[in-house]
């Protein structure tokens, strides 16, 4: 072991007998470990479902789209088509009053189907699929054989829409279902008509395809576009979260190597001036440089610890430092901090470590936290020390080149507070969310 009173060592046995902070309840453990699962408890974090909720979003986006466009065919159709038809040939059907009733009925039904789906209401399907079956055979009932394959007889071309309506969000089946029924109601009115000639047949056939195929490409087309834009969505989102991360990690560890180099090049300076004799080992300014020197590199290797309370951690790191030099360290920790930017830690737990190492004797060390504001605390016997304050000795200042330490967009919200009577000296720092 080197004779450096300030070297970092391995921890002693009043470090080895502190024990981590059990997980916070309501905080999912690791299955091996046992420990808090990184970020579980911080929504800022990367969030795997991301990319789930923006497919998610899109597909509802492109859903809706097509329930617009469904009502509005269903009601252009049963309006523009359909009631011209009616009362153009009013004078010639069979049982006029109940075509028009029937249209009325029909417009109804769709009204309230249109309104439900517009709104993301229910819908009773079974009943209004009854409903419009019975209108069905009414209406062709109603028409007469005059107007078998007429535009009067409104349900040939329109009731398909409108099944359409009522099956929208559900399996294609229940759609060709009733679609199969409407054919073969108008199979059966054929039937009863006696049109049963080559050409009505041949009839038949075309507006039995006509108005199945129309209804059924529209829902199924709308179902394959939701799902193919769900997917995009979901393609995109992942791409987008894994360059993002990957370009954070980047960032991450060149801000890291850059940090390293500052820290290390204030410790190397210290330790030039030893071998160089221009420094007396004995000093305790010197002493004090080389024990800052250490404690920044100590908290520097703890940020990159991958633990549930990083700032925690890191004061930790500093506190156990100064505890094998003899300090009683008593520790108290109330709540669990919120996801922090290193910057933001380090501002917390830089003046800390600075005090920490001209403690003597003792020192209390408080951290507070909530949601939205975290309060670290330090009360150390008031002595003197050989050397000026935090931030006036020759390397003890966050060293100028470090990325963290420069100024940045949330540097208001760190306070720190500095005060000694001649008895304690208490330090704070204070960090608010704004």
Known sequence: MSADPYAIAAPTDAGARRRPPRPPVGRPAEPRTGLPVPGADHPDRSDPAGPGRAGAGVGRASERGGRVVAVAIAAAWHVAIGLPAVLSGWSTLTAPLVVGVGWLVTAGAGAFAAGRLLTGGTLPVRRLAVLLLALDVAVFAAAGSTHLFTTANWVWSTLGWFFVLICWGRPVTGLAVLLGAHSAVALGALLAY?????????????????????????????????????????????????????????????????????????????????????????????????????????????????????????????????????????????????????????????????????????????????????????????????????????????????????????????????????????????????
């Open 194 to 434: 006696g049109a049963t000639e080559p050409a009505d047949l041949a009839r038949y056939a075309m507006y039995a395809y006509g108005t199945a195929s129309l209804p059924l490409a529209i829902s199924f087309g709308s179902a394959t576009i939701t799902s193919l834009a769900r997917e995009r969505a979901e393609a995109a989102a992942a791409a987008l979260a894994a360059a993002a991360e990957r370009e954070a990690a980047e960032q991450a560890l060149r801000e890291r190597r850059d940090r390293l180099r500052s820290v290390g090049g204030t410790a190397g300076d210290v330790l030039a001036d030893l071998a160089a004799g221009r420094a007396d080992p004995g000093d305790p300014g010197v002493q004090r440089r080389a024990a800052l020197a250490a404690a920044r590199l100590r908290r520097l290797i703890a940020e990159s610890d991958d633990v549930p309370d990083p700032l925690l951690h890191e004061i930790r790191a500093a506190a156990d430092l100064a505890e094998r030099h003899g300090v009683r360290i008593d520790l108290a920790t109330v709540g669990v901090p919120p996801a922090l930017p290193v910057r933001i830690r380090r501002r917390l737990a830089e003046p800390l470590t600075a005090a920490l190492v001209d403690a003597r004797g003792w020192a209390r060390l408080t951290v507070v936290a909530g949601p939205d504001e975290v309060v670290v605390g330090l009360v150390t016997p008031d002595e003197e020390t050989t050397g000026a304050d935090f931030g006036t000795l020759d390397g003890a200042g966050p060293p100028a080149s470090d990325p963290y330490d420069a100024a940045g967009p949330d540097d208001d919200q760190v306070e720190h507070l500095d005060e000694r009577d001649g008895t304690i000296r208490w330090t704070q720092t204070r960090w608010r969310r704004r």
